[in-house]
């Protein structure tokens, strides 16, 4: 996944920087992604500990359409969030 993060990052129009979050306390993100001062990124508790940086958190999911969790949190499918069929 991270190849095609990769992939999408060069074509893009926007500066966007790939980053990979892990505080001390062992929980993570695997892709945190860094567009100006706003960031993408999964999991409440990143979002939480980045106080306000975060503008939508992603959870990438093998489901079929793409599904509030809450507020600032999106479960969008894999093939939706790379643009496959």
Do not use: N
Not at 24 to 30: I, L, S, T
């Amino acid at each position: 996944m991270a190849g095609e993060l990769r992939k999408l990052i060069a074509v893009s129009d926007v500066p966007i920087r790939l980053w990979y979050w892990r505080p001390h306390a062992g929980r993570e993100v695997d892709f945190l992604l860094e567009r100006g001062e706003q960031l993408v990124a999964a999991l409440r508790t990143c979002m939480q500990d980045l106080k306000g940086r975060v503008r939508l958190g992603i959870l990438l999911s093998p489901g079929a359409e793409v599904l509030a969790l809450d507020r600032h949190t999106l479960a969008v499918p894999f093939h939706t969030f790379f643009g496959v069929a």
